[in-house]
């Protein structure tokens, strides 16, 4: 097998397509052929010893991927050599081969695609659980997504979509908002050029989003929770832009509004039920053509640079693909 190795976490320079044994599932794991992997924003922190995890060293970055089995270990009940599979966790991906542990892997549904397989759990998995259980969003509320043409945002815009809800995507230029009305946005604002609290005023009749998405964090937070609805709910994602915001409360006790945290990896671990739930909803809503990842480019698995690059300079809408 080969894999693109991280000895050193400085960054994908250090990265090396290296041949490797490959190996056998240990008992309880199973080892998938990889068809495809997919970029997302942890994978670009991994690397760089800045993600929350950190896998002890060397190790094979790639935190989703779809593909065959190939190889069962002692004591796997649910999945058989030849079953086609998706998976999540930290490692593993972007390689030919990589054995996992059988409990993080996914049985996919007859008819659903291997390569949106590897662009799915993850991104329509977190804006799910976020927009559906966290903010218990209901048909007919208005909800802004900020970093609505990135991975978890193009998701979020169709999940809105798909429980009924109006939709503003808020992107950084033209092109992305021209995507995100693809994907179904109702209002795209331009946040490279647009005031988004103006905007945000327009589009809304003055009544602000009852739920606003954010995967991006810095300077347009606080202006996004100044503009939010009475009653409404912050869903804290993540923080792309890097810094950290910081709210006055005060804003939170106008509003009678919610800062809500979403913490998809540790909901997985803590709740598997509802977990599978959620999926087998997911799971449904693609059968019926409501959700699909939107595929940016798909590279081959030796380009890893290349994808590195393209998503580290916000030139992605939606998924890059890697594939063998
Ligand atoms: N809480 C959870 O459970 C959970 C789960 C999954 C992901 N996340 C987090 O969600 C965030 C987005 O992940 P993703 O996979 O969707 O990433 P992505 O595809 O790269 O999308 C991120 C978006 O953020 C915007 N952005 C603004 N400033 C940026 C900057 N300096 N660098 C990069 N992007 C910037 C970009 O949109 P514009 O160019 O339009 O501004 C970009 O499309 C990450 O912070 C990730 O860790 C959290």
Request: proline fraction near 6%.
């Amino acid at each position: 097998m080969h894999a693109w190795l991280c000895e050193n976490p400085i960054g994908v320079e250090s990265l090396r397509w290296t041949a490797l044994p490959t190996p056998e599932p240990a008992p309880g794991q199973v080892r998938i052929k990889v068809h495809a992997a997919s970029l997302n924003f942890p994978d670009l922190l991994t690397v760089q010893a800045k993600y929350q995890v950190k896998p002890p060293l060397p190790f094979v970055p790639g935190s989703e991927f779809s593909g065959v089995v190939e190889a069962v270990g002692e004591g796997v009940r649910h999945l058989g050599v030849g079953d086609r599979v998706g998976t999540i966790g930290v490692t593993g991906g972007f390689a030919t081969h990589a054995c996992v542990d059988a409990a993080a892997v996914m049985p996919l549904p007859a008819g659903f695609d291997l390569d949106d397989a590897a662009a799915f759990a993850f991104t329509y998995g977190t804006s799910h659980h976020a927009l559906v259980d966290r903010a218990a969003l209901r048909a007919g509320e208005t909800v802004l997504v900020l970093g609505a043409a990135g991975g978890v945002g193009s998701a979020a815009v169709q999940i809105a979509k798909a429980a009924g809800a109006r939709v503003i995507a808020a992107a950084s230029s033209d092109a992305k908002c021209a995507f995100c009305r693809g994907l179904g946005a109702d209002v795209t604002v331009n946040t490279g050029r647009d005031n988004l609290r103006e905007a945000l005023k327009a589009a809304t009749d003055g009544k602000g989003p009852d739920v606003v998405y954010d995967p991006v964090g810095g300077e347009l937070a606080e202006a996004a929770f100044r503009s939010i609805a009475w009653r409404g709910r912050y869903l804290v994602i993540g923080f792309a832009a890097g810094p950290i915001p910081a709210l006055p409360w005060n804003l939170a006790l106008l509003k009678g509004a919610s800062i809500v945290g979403v913490f998809w990896g540790d909901f997985v671990r803590r709740e598997p039920k509802a977990f599978r739930a959620a999926m087998a909803e997911l799971f449904g809503w693609y059968a019926q053509g409501k959700v699909k990842p939107a595929i940016d480019s798909r590279l081959a698995m030796a380009d890893l640079a290349e994808a590195y690059a393209r998503m580290g300079s916000r030139r992605v809408c939606g998924k890059l693909l890697l594939l063998n």
